[in-house]
């Protein structure tokens, strides 16, 4: 197996890891689930409202951000309950 097969097969897997890691996320998280809920609503109002292609890549990115730093926020409290549990 050459190189290049190799980088395409281990990109699967960390896709495969993360979407398992952000499934696990969603599934267990109460705040998570409140934010992707809300996520779902803004994008059908975005149809809705037939936003322009601009809106759309903010409201991604605006989407994308809040998700990714509710994440980190969640990760960094469960390291801090794993060192210090009281």
Same mark, same amino acid.
Request: hydrophobic share 60%.
């Given at each position: 197996? &050459?190189?290049?097969?190799?980088?395409?097969?281990?990109?699967?897997?960390?896709?495969?890891?993360?979407?398992?890691?952000?499934?696990?996320?969603?599934?267990?998280?109460?705040?998570?689930?409140?934010?992707?809920?809300?996520?779902?609503?803004?994008?059908?109002?975005?149809?809705?409202? @037939?936003?322009?292609?601009?809106?759309?890549?903010? @409201?991604?990115?605006?989407?994308?951000?809040?998700?990714?730093?509710?994440?980190? &926020?969640?990760?960094?409290?469960?390291?801090?309950?794993?060192?210090?549990?009281?």
């Amino acid at each position: 197996m &050459n190189s290049e097969s190799n980088f395409i097969i281990n990109r699967i897997k960390a896709v495969k890891y993360a979407a398992k890691g952000f499934w696990i996320l969603i599934t267990s998280e109460k705040s998570i689930i409140a934010q992707v809920f809300i996520a779902l609503l803004i994008t059908i109002f975005g149809f809705i409202m @037939q936003i322009s292609a601009t809106e759309w890549m903010f @409201q991604v990115l605006a989407i994308g951000l809040v998700l990714v730093a509710e994440s980190l &926020n969640t990760a960094i409290e469960k390291l801090a309950d794993f060192i210090h549990p009281e």
